[in-house]
C-alpha cells in the first residue's frame, strides 16, 4: 500500500523558517520525481516545488524562488522543503505527492500529473 506523510507545518512569525518533510511506505521514493504544492483557502492549488526523479532538476513558483529548497534524502526516503523568509500569503496545506510517469530528468508544476498524494500539513504564517 503506498503512503505519503507529510510533517513539519505549523505556526510561525512572517520571516520565520519551516522544514516539510514527506516520508513514503510503501514505496522507494528516489524512484520518482516529487512535488510540493500547497492550497489557501479559497485558492486553487499551486505547484510549489518539484523535484526529478536524478535530483537534477528542480522547479519552484516565482512566489517562492529564492526562500524555499527541495532536497531529497535517499537513505532517509524522504523529500524535503525547507522555507524560509515566510510571509503571510506562504499560508496553505502543503501537500507532497509522486508523480510515477516522469522521466528521471524532468519534473512537472501540473498537479494533475501526479498520482500519489499525501494528506497535507498546516503552515501558518503570522504574527
Known amino acids: 500500500q503506498v503512503q505519503l506523510v507529510e510533517s513539519g507545518g505549523g505556526l510561525v512569525q512572517p520571516g520565520g523558517s519551516l522544514s516539510l518533510s514527506c516520508t513514503a511506505s510503501?514505496?522507494?521514493?528516489?524512484?520518482?520525481?516529487i512535488g510540493w504544492f500547497r492550497q489557501a483557502p479559497g485558492k486553487e492549488r499551486e505547484g510549489v516545488s518539484c523535484?526529478?526523479?536524478?535530483?537534477?532538476?528542480?522547479y519552484y513558483a516565482d512566489s517562492v524562488k529564492g526562500r524555499f529548497t527541495i532536497s531529497r534524502d535517499k537513505g532517509q526516503n524522504t523529500v524535503y522543503l525547507q522555507m524560509s523568509s515566510l510571509k503571510p500569503e506562504d499560508t496553505a496545506i502543503y501537500y507532497c505527492?509522486?508523480?510515477?510517469?516522469?522521466?528521471?530528468?524532468?519534473?512537472?508544476?501540473?498537479?494533475?500529473?501526479?498520482?500519489?498524494w499525501g494528506q497535507g500539513t498546516q503552515v501558518t504564517v503570522s504574527s
Open positions: 505527492a509522486v508523480d510515477a510517469m516522469a522521466p528521471y530528468y524532468n519534473c512537472s508544476a501540473d498537479g494533475s500529473q501526479y498520482d500519489y
Open positions: 523535484i526529478s526523479s536524478n535530483d537534477r532538476s528542480t
Open positions: 510503501g514505496f522507494t521514493l528516489h524512484y520518482y520525481a
